[in-house]
């Protein structure tokens, strides 16, 4: 069940399961997916080991919930699971997800308009291993999608993809290492903005003797298009860059640590990146980033986004057009007993959007439990995860208008946990239930419109 959770890379946290090998090989890839995974099963494990048989919602918790709409989001035709990654304001869902004969494929459902349910497979890249995998991460509000997909060599590329292109994806390529005529194995895109005018993620080099092994350096990079001419007709290039990392991937920037995993989560339409740096497989990340457009929009500056005094680790999964980000402050690294996390707001109190404020979201009982926020919209949406009073981590909302606001959604129900992902524009927010009648064995992927 753990490593089917859905990807982001955030991916690189999103969406972001390891699919280096095959796709009955996944392994969880923080590097994909920014530690999201690791926080939510982290969450998963306290609540199991907590978890009381005979716990029942009570009707103040009830009353918190406020459902427009809901949508049980299934599988694809002839699949056994899905984990869906993100939503656009039209309401398409991209995720990861297997078809028919197990193989995990990049997928999709729209769960409005006139192709309403009609699930889509973008496959892998031309003479790609069938067993070999590949996942969206986002998806623009004009449909391009963007993920990861094997090639012919057995290596993850990122790719782009546009309406109306049947399965043909662009495959974004890898960085060229500096001073060498070779290039890195392996690419991630685990971000779009809304216009889909930058695409982000990572390029690295995998051992091909150990596939998902690192060599050397995970780098942060954002793909810009250019429009050029072939056979009279205008075409979109996309060039990759690499961003910088401010000399905190020397050894020494935090003592004992050498930041060697770096990864761009998403982007805003402003060009604003959020990102994560980490040692190695150790998370949460060490130092959470934003790098800034410079003029021009072909370059970037980073800067390092503030952590409260006593929780050195975090992640940052998400930011809107306001840039406003948001994401998950940890005391201690995954896995330790006594690790203690919340849900974090970084809110630009400058023009520049330079320097940053940092808000700890409140819980819905008032009490310091933990909490995690996962994803944010340009309204000031934010939606992740909480505990109710009755003592169920359920999928929660809470709001950059009102810093007292939180409610859970529903996407969770009676006797349920979940968490919700990613919310678009129209107030649908996605995520995924475990429900004791099936005990806490099957991830249902659920929308709910709460507007």
């Not at 690791?38 to 978890?51: C, D, G, H, L, N």
């Not at 390029?203 to 072939?230: E, I």
Request: hydrophobic content about 40%; glycine content about 12%; some cysteine.
């Amino acid at each position: 069940m753990l490593k089917k959770l859905p990807v982001l890379l955030s991916a690189l946290i999103l969406f972001l399961t390891s699919v280096s090998a095959t796709g009955t090989q996944q392994k969880d890839n923080a590097l994909l997916i920014g530690g999201r995974q690791e926080i939510v099963k982290r969450m998963m494990q306290r609540f199991i080991a907590q978890k009381n048989p005979a716990r029942t919602m009570t009707s103040q918790t009830l009353a918190t919930q406020a459902i427009a709409t809901y949508y049980e989001i299934g599988t694809y035709p002839g699949g056994t699971w899905a984990n869906i990654n993100d939503i656009n304001d039209s309401g398409v869902v991209v995720g990861s997800g297997d078809i028919l004969g197990g193989w995990t494929r990049p997928i999709g459902v729209p769960l409005l308009g006139p192709n309403a349910w009609q699930w889509f497979d973008l496959g892998l890249f031309n003479n790609a291993s069938p067993d070999m995998t590949g996942g969206c991460s986002e998806i623009s509000d004009a449909g391009m999608i963007v993920g990861y997909a094997a090639t012919e060599q057995g290596y993850l590329h990122a790719f782009a993809w546009m309406p109306k292109s049947g399965t043909q994806k662009v495959d974004l390529g890898t960085l060229k290492l500096d001073g060498l005529d070779t290039y890195d194995t392996s690419s991630f895109a685990s971000g779009v903005n809304r216009d889909g005018t930058f695409i982000v993620g990572c390029s690295r080099t995998d051992d091909a003797s150990n596939p998902g092994s690192l060599v050397g350096m995970q780098t942060p990079v954002v793909w810009t298009p250019t429009v050029v001419r072939k056979a009279g007709k205008p075409v979109t290039v996309w060039k990759i860059n690499q961003l910088p990392t401010g000399g905190m991937e020397q050894p020494g920037f935090i003592l004992g640590v050498t930041l060697n995993v770096w990864s761009a989560i998403t982007v805003n339409n402003k060009g604003q990146i959020i990102g994560v740096a980490c040692e190695g497989s150790k998370w949460p990340a060490r130092v959470v980033v934003v790098w800034n457009p410079l003029p021009g929009g072909k370059t970037w500056e980073i800067m390092s986004l503030p952590l409260p005094t006593g929780f050195p680790y975090a992640e940052v999964t998400d930011i809107n057009n306001k840039g406003e980000a948001v994401g998950t402050v940890a005391d201690s690294a995954a896995g330790s007993v006594s690790q203690n996390f919340h849900a974090a707001l970084w809110k630009p109190i400058d023009s520049l959007r330079r320097t940053y404020s940092l808000t700890l979201l409140p819980t819905l009982t008032g009490a310091p439990n933990p909490n995690v926020a996962f994803g944010i919209n340009d309204l000031g949406d934010i939606v992740g995860n909480d505990y109710n009073a009755g003592g169920w981590g359920i999928d929660a909302r809470w709001s950059t208008n009102d810093p007292t606001f939180v409610q859970a959604i529903g996407i969770a129900g009676y006797e349920s946990f979940g968490w919700a992902w990613k919310v678009n524009n129209q107030g649908i927010a996605v995520g995924v239930h475990y429900d004791q009648s099936d005990g806490f064995s099957v991830a249902h992927q659920a929308a709910v419109k709460f507007r």
